[in-house]
């Protein structure tokens, strides 16, 4: 006797929506009194599209403390993100998951305290946020401007004008 089982197949492109979606199968026959089912739900992995960067106190001084803050967009897994000053990794930021994003990702976030000085003017800070699992990742990046009486010099640079 030959092998008589049926197979029913879906085949589609998975994206960011379907994840937590449920797909049921359902089997009947003349054979069977009751309705053979299977459910699966959708686990689908995607990166964040972007981060967007917030600064606390919107205008920095010499003297004050200051957070950066990145918020990631929604990822499945959670993305990890990291902060860079002029292309190097900074250490010591906190990574945090914020909350529940959409398509049943989540949304991470990172913070940066600075001490301001004269010599952050100009700075840039990049955030990434990396999707390891899909080995993914996006970034924005700001530019510090710190207020200074005059206009702000590295301490040497300010010497030499005093002195010279």
């Not at 030959?2 to 359902?26: H, I, P, Q, W």
């Not at 946020?129 to 200074?148: P, Q, T, Y």
Request: include cysteine; aromatic fraction near 4%.
């Amino acid at each position: 006797m030959g092998d008589k089982s049926v197979t029913a197949e879906l085949a589609f492109m998975a994206n960011m929506t379907d994840n937590g979606a449920r797909y049921k199968c359902e089997a009947t026959n003349a054979a069977t009194e009751i309705p053979l089912i299977e459910t699966v739900t959708l686990s689908v992995l995607f990166a964040p599209d972007h981060v967007r960067i917030t600064k606390e106190p919107a205008t920095l001084k010499p003297g004050q403390r200051a957070t950066l803050t990145c918020d990631s967009s929604s990822s499945n897994p959670p993305a990890v993100l990291t902060w860079w000053r002029e292309g190097i990794l900074v250490q010591g930021a906190t990574n945090t998951t914020r909350a529940p994003g959409l398509h049943g990702g989540t949304v991470s976030s990172i913070k940066l305290t600075l001490n301001v000085t004269s010599d952050l003017d100009g700075v840039r800070y990049t955030c990434q946020a990396k999707n390891e699992a899909l080995d993914r990742s996006v970034h924005d990046a700001i530019a510090l401007d710190v207020l200074c009486k005059y206009h702000c010099y590295g301490n040497k640079d300010l010497e030499a004008i005093h002195l010279g």
